[in-house]
């Protein structure tokens, strides 16, 4: 019987992933002994911009393993994509129905810096959790099983490049729908600060 949800530990990650949460009320565990995935939601989420959707990626440091366990990712700051990041989500979302509700809340992972990725993405899924007030515990793998027996197991499943898996969610506004049509499957705070606290009623 299945005893715990397995997810990556994925950077804003898509609203597909709250809805896999919502649906399975159990433990939530976080990968962190996978090897990392590049062109991953881990450092990527996808927001809807005036030009329609628009890829925000986080830089990492590349070493010389190409095998490298997500725990010991770190992130780079050669350059300042913090302060682009910000800049983009503000001029998506500013005018968004409840972006100053929680833009206070969010702002913090641009002021400050994470050594490790993981860190830095599983600090922004406690504030979302918290903020659409789904209640679930954390809890981290201690080593890499490729097949866990008591597991529902997505970590391969949320993918900017498959088919999502929540094929036929229903639409929302958003903030450029009138110019660009409406965009299934953005990250997480394209639905918060659009919806606010009906965000948890949407999944």
């Known amino acids: 019987m299945e005893s715990q949800l397995l997810l990556p530990a994925c950077y804003l990650p898509p ?3 709250f809805h896999t949460i919502q649906e399975h009320n159990l433990p939530l565990f976080i ?13 990527r989420a996808r927001i809807a911009s005036a030009n329609g959707v628009q890829d925000l990626i986080v830089p990492i440091q590349h070493g010389n393993k190409e095998r490298v366990p997500m725990k010991d990712i770190r992130i780079s700051y050669e350059f300042n994509w913090q302060r682009l990041h910000w800049l983009s989500i503000q ?11 929680y833009e206070d809340d969010f702002i913090r992972f ?13 600090a922004q899924l406690e504030l979302i959790l918290k903020s659409i007030k ?13 097949e866990p027996l008591e597991a529902i197991d ?15 969610p229903k639409e929302y506004y958003q903030v ?28």
């Open 110 to 122: 641009y002021e400050g810096k994470y050594d490790y990725l993981v860190d830095f993405n599983v």
């Open 154 to 168: 997505f970590r391969n499943l949320i993918h900017p490049k498959k088919e999502s898996i929540w094929p036929d």
């Open 91 to 101: 001029t998506a979302y500013r005018s968004s129905a409840y972006f100053e509700y």
């Open 15 to 17: 609203i597909s992933y």
């Open 134 to 146: 789904l209640k679930r515990t954390i809890g981290f793998t201690e080593a890499y099983v490729a």
């Open 31 to 43: 990968e962190k002994y996978e090897h990392f995935q590049k062109q991953s939601y881990r450092t």
């Open 176 to 203: 450029f729908s009138d110019k660009n049509g409406f965009y299934p499957d953005l990250s997480i705070i394209d639905l918060l600060f659009n919806q606010g606290p009906q965000s948890k009623s949407y999944l």
